[in-house]
């Protein structure tokens, strides 16, 4: 059976607007696959969901080395001549990933990605549940 994702392509424009210096973005699952993205042609899209995934990928054994803090990626950036490169969490096998011009606020992109991420995961239902105590 085919699942239905939402269109998810509003919450990455709210964040692109919302800093100038972003590229563009998009939502990935952890194989490469481009779920949403705004600001990039299909062929881009694609090809920057790889990239996402494939860094995701790398830093999660860093993730695990702290397992009492659940050995889950927070942020994970790259940053070469031009730009950064940042992948945030978005729900269980899903990353936002954002391609950003040098000149940015770092911290004021991680905590707009960390919100975009916590609302489109709540859309897609891949949010891990919180344990409820008990």
Same mark, same amino acid.
């Given at each position: 059976?085919?699942?239905? $994702?939402?269109?998810?392509?509003?919450?990455?424009?709210?964040? %692109?607007?919302?800093?100038?210096?972003?590229?563009?973005?998009?939502?990935?699952?952890?194989?490469?696959?481009?779920?949403?993205?705004?600001?990039?042609?299909?062929?881009?899209?694609?090809?920057? %969901?790889?990239?996402?995934?494939?860094?995701?990928?790398?830093?999660?054994?860093?993730?695990? $080395?702290?397992?009492?803090?659940?050995? $889950?990626?927070?942020?994970?950036?790259?940053?070469?001549?031009?730009?950064?490169?940042?992948?945030?969490?978005?729900?269980?096998?899903?990353?936002?990933?954002?391609?950003?011009?040098?000149?940015?606020?770092?911290?004021?992109?991680?905590?707009?990605?960390?919100?975009?991420?916590?609302?489109?995961?709540?859309?897609?239902?891949?949010?891990?549940?919180?344990? $409820?105590?008990?």
């Amino acid at each position: 059976m085919t699942q239905h $994702q939402p269109d998810l392509s509003w919450a990455l424009r709210d964040l %692109a607007e919302s800093i100038p210096e972003i590229r563009f973005a998009v939502v990935a699952s952890s194989d490469g696959k481009a779920i949403t993205a705004f600001g990039a042609d299909p062929d881009d899209a694609d090809r920057f %969901a790889a990239i996402v995934a494939g860094l995701q990928s790398l830093a999660q054994p860093v993730a695990e $080395q702290f397992p009492k803090n659940k050995g $889950q990626l927070r942020l994970a950036g790259i940053e070469v001549d031009g730009g950064h490169l940042f992948v945030v969490r978005a729900g269980t096998e899903t990353y936002l990933g954002v391609l950003a011009k040098t000149g940015l606020d770092q911290g004021l992109l991680g905590h707009q990605m960390r919100d975009c991420a916590r609302r489109m995961g709540d859309l897609l239902g891949t949010v891990p549940r919180q344990e $409820q105590p008990g």
